[in-house]
């Protein structure tokens, strides 16, 4: 038999990926093709784990960095950028999150191509050097912040997003599922020490150039040492790989990777209303301003958590149940954000929210690839419609806010849009239902 019949007849269709989300207690099957070896992954050993290490630290730094604009979302709308809107400031960490996202429709390729290595040190760079440019600028430069901000560094950590969730693939089989929840935890933990750091330093006496340059050094140390640990195993461009275009036509058939995608893309335009603006409702609404400071701290404290968990509560509920029960919660959570108005709501909406969406985040694009050199174009593909989440959620929300903070409507479109979204993965269940 050849090499490409014997690789045909072990790849797994999509039918066989749509059971594998339900199935409780499934993992990776050890027999799914990996084009990057003849041999499967090795699920283990230190190269393994120093290269999943590296992919938390990008993590880490990527967005939990992102999920820590809230911190700034307040800074610029209440001292630095006080002649622009909420909505026109939110355009900033919105645009990050949208070309972290989008840029993976160039990394993923390259990645399919044998670039690893390439993307990591220049994504790193560009991240690094973003934030000590940033550090550059003066009160009511809303123009150099947006470029440096939203868009050098969405750039930097598009690059580098994408490939460091995808390598894990080659190193994992079976912990696959565990381990990428496991590097996901690293944004939740970043998006907990960043604001910690960021509020401390923007808000205390230090000031923003030295404490954006502080925060910069820190950031670079860690890329650093994100770069030294991540390996691969051999070469994607061992063996042929996928067109793009042959990609997404095949994706554009999938009904399961379609609702996959749709599901995440309008889930998460409600998704960043609380990560952008929990910080600001806490001191709008007359609590300690100390206090709200570590409103977010809380959130991603409770997200780390939740991501940790993700993998090992999959195993026995099924990705997909897991996905529609968590979805589902968080929009109601974001819907009861209008009640906010003390402490201890803060304190729950944060805990609540933050394990939710911790959770929700399973990697479903993972599971339905049948195909792993196909896996870089597939998750820049889906990574290009969710992009649109965080471009258009935060502003948005930011107009229905308007100047006079009206906190209801945005609370309840964000919930409501959210609510859409899960639905769309509840038809999914329904679908393998009726197969069956």
Request: charged content about 10%.
């Amino acid at each position: 038999m050849s090499t490409t019949q014997s690789r045909t007849s072990n790849t797994p269709s999509a039918h066989e990926k749509l059971d594998d989300l339900e199935e409780p207690g499934h993992t990776q099957s050890s027999n799914s093709p990996a084009h990057f070896s003849e041999y499967d992954p090795p699920d283990g050993g230190f190269r393994a784990w120093a290269t999943a290490f590296g992919c938390f630290l990008i993590q880490f730094c990527g967005f939990g960095y992102v999920s820590s604009f809230g911190v700034y979302q307040d800074f610029y709308t209440r001292i630095y950028l006080t002649n622009q809107s909420p909505s026109a400031i939110s355009w900033i960490g919105a645009l990050t999150s949208f070309l972290a996202d989008n840029i993976t429709l160039i990394s993923g390729p390259l990645y399919d191509r044998g670039w690893f290595y390439q993307l990591m040190i220049v994504g790193s760079l560009l991240q690094s050097l973003s934030l000590f440019v940033l550090s550059l600028a003066k009160p009511g430069q809303f123009y150099l912040i947006f470029m440096v901000q939203g868009v050098l560094s969405g750039i930097g950590m598009g690059l580098t997003y994408g490939p460091c969730m995808a390598v894990i693939s080659q190193h994992f089989s079976k912990r696959r599922t565990l381990v990428m929840s496991l590097v996901a935890s690293g944004s939740p933990l970043g998006a907990v020490i960043h604001p910690i750091m960021l509020n401390r330093l923007l808000n205390g006496t230090v000031g923003f150039a030295r404490g954006t340059r502080t925060s910069a050094g820190f950031v670079s140390a860690l890329l650093l040492i994100a770069c030294l640990s991540m390996r691969t195993r051999a070469l994607s461009t061992s063996t042929p790989t996928a067109s793009y275009s042959a990609v997404a036509r095949k994706c554009s058939r999938e009904v399961p990777f379609i609702l996959v995608t749709a599901g995440s893309t309008i889930f998460q335009i409600g998704y960043y209303f609380p990560i952008f603006y929990l910080q600001l409702d806490s001191i709008k609404h007359g609590i300690d301003v100390h206090f709200s400071f570590y409103s977010l701290v809380i959130m991603n404290a409770a997200c780390t958590v939740g991501r940790c968990t993700a993998g090992i509560i999959a195993a026995y509920t099924g990705a997909l149940n897991l996905t529609i029960a968590s979805t589902v919660a968080c929009s109601a959570l974001v819907i009861s954000m209008i009640a906010l108005s003390d402490i201890a709501n803060v304190v729950v909406l944060g805990l609540a929210y933050g394990y939710f969406s911790g959770v929700s985040l399973v990697p479903l694009v993972t599971v339905l690839t049948p195909d792993l050199s196909e896996l870089g174009a597939r998750m820049g593909i889906c990574f290009a419609f969710t992009a649109f989440s965080g471009l258009l959620g935060g502003p948005i929300s930011g107009a229905l806010l308007s100047s006079q903070y009206r906190w209801w409507i945005p609370s309840l479109w964000s919930g409501l849009i959210s609510l859409f979204g899960s639905s769309m993965f509840v038809v999914m269940r329904l679908l393998i239902y009726r197969r069956r």
